[in-house]
C-alpha cells in the first residue's frame, strides 16, 4: 500500500490552475520533499492531499484510504499548515491536550499525550509556559507537536522552517529526521529551500507552476536534468564542484557529466525551461 497515490491531481482557483495534472506516488516512511518557487502549488497540493481543500479533478488516496472518504484521511493524517495560528493565552500543554481531547482521547489521556509530545519535540521545560511567550522555533515544533496527536500515518508539513534562524532550522530538520527514524511516519515537507531537500529528504518532488517538473531522489532528479536533451549546460561555481561532483557520482553518473550538475542548478533547468534561462 502506498502512503500517498494521486493521478491528475488539479486545484483551480477563479481560473487560477494551482495544481495541475498532478501524479504522485509516495512509499511508506518515507521523507519526500515538495519543493518549488512561490506559487508552484505546493500549499494547495498538500491542502488538497489532506482534503482542506476539494479537488477540481482526478483521484488520489492517502494511508489507503480513499478521497472519496475524506474523514476517514483527515484521522490518518497529521498536518502543519503554511501559517498556523496559535492560542498565545493558552499553555502548550493545554493546547496539545485540547487536540488530543478533539481527536477523541479522554482528558487525561489527552493530557498525557500533549506531555510526550512536548517531550518528543523538545519542549518538556516549556509545556507550562504561555503560547505567547515562546520563540517561532517553539511554536513550529509545538505545531509539529499537534500535527502528531492522532498518531498519524502521514505527516504533512508546510515550510516548517519558514522564518527561523539557523539553530531553529537544525531543530525542526532533526525532528523531521526523527518522526520518519522513529514513528516510522511518511512526511511530505514543503519547502522551496534545496539544502532542506538534499539534507533530510529522501525523495523529492519538484513542482513548477502546478505542473511535476521531475521525482526521484537528489541524485536521480539531478541526473534527469543534466540528461534531458532539451537541457544544455549546466554551470556550477568553482567552490560548489566538489559537492556537484559527490552528488552526481552518488547517483552513478560518470565524471564528463558530473562536472555540471547540482541540486541548484538542476532545479534553475527544471523549474526556469521555459523562462528562457539559458
Ligand atoms: P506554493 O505553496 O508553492 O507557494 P500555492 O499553492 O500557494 O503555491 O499557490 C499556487 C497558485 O495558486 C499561485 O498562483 C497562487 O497565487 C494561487 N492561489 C493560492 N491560493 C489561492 C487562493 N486562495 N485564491 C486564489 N489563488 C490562489
Known amino acids: 500500500m502506498l502512503a500517498i497515490e494521486a493521478h491528475g491531481l488539479r486545484k483551480v482557483y477563479n481560473g487560477t490552475v494551482a495544481v495541475d495534472s498532478l501524479d504522485v506516488s509516495v512509499e511508506p516512511g518515507t521523507i519526500v520533499g ?28 492517502v494511508a489507503g484510504v480513499p478521497h472519496t472518504r475524506p474523514t476517514e484521511i483527515r484521522r490518518r493524517v497529521g498536518v ?33 499525550t500533549g506531555r510526550r509530545l512536548l517531550g ?9 509556559s504561555r503560547i505567547s511567550e515562546m520563540s517561532r522555533g517553539m511554536r513550529q515544533r509545538l505545531g509539529i507537536a499537534r500535527a502528531l ?15 527561523l534562524d539557523p539553530a531553529g532550522q537544525r531543530q525542526v ?13 511518511t512526511v511530505v515537507l514543503s519547502t522551496h529551500l534545496l539544502t532542506e531537500v ?21 541524485a536521480e532528479v539531478v541526473r534527469d536534468a543534466v540528461t534531458r536533451p532539451a537541457h544544455g549546460m549546466l554551470r556550477v561555481p568553482p567552490e560548489e564542484q566538489e ?3 559527490e552528488v552526481l557520482q552518488g547517483g552513478g553518473i560518470d565524471a564528463a557529466v558530473a562536472e555540471d550538475g547540482q541540486l541548484s542548478e538542476a532545479f534553475l533547468a527544471l523549474t526556469d525551461r521555459d523562462r528562457g534561462a539559458p
Not at 158 to 163: H, I, Q, R, S, Y
Not at 198 to 218: A, F, K, Y
Request: charged share 25%.
Open 243 to 245: 559537492r556537484a561532483l
Open 80 to 112: 502543519l499548515p503554511e501559517s498556523a495560528g496559535y492560542p498565545g493565552g493558552q499553555t502548550g500543554e493545554e493546547w496539545l491536550a485540547y487536540h488530543g481531547q478533539l481527536f477523541g482521547l479522554s482528558g487525561r489521556e489527552a493530557m498525557a
Open 173 to 185: 530538520l532533526g525532528l523531521v529526521s526523527r518522526i520518519s527514524r522513529e514513528r516510522g511516519s
Open 198 to 218: 538534499e539534507q533530510v529528504c529522501d525523495r523529492v518532488l519538484i513542482l513548477d507552476r502546478g505542473r511535476l517538473v521531475s521525482d526521484g531522489t537528489v
Open 120 to 128: 518528543e519535540v523538545g519542549l518538556g521545560e516549556r509545556g507550562r
Open 34 to 61: 515538495f519543493l518549488g518557487p512561490n506559487g508552484a502549488g505546493k500549499t494547495s497540493a498538500i491542502r488538497v492531499l489532506c482534503t482542506v481543500l476539494r479537488a477540481d479533478g482526478g483521484t488520489f488516496s
Open 149 to 163: 496527536v492522532n498518531d498519524p500515518e502521514v505527516v504533512f508539513l508546510d515550510e516548517p522552517t519558514l522564518g
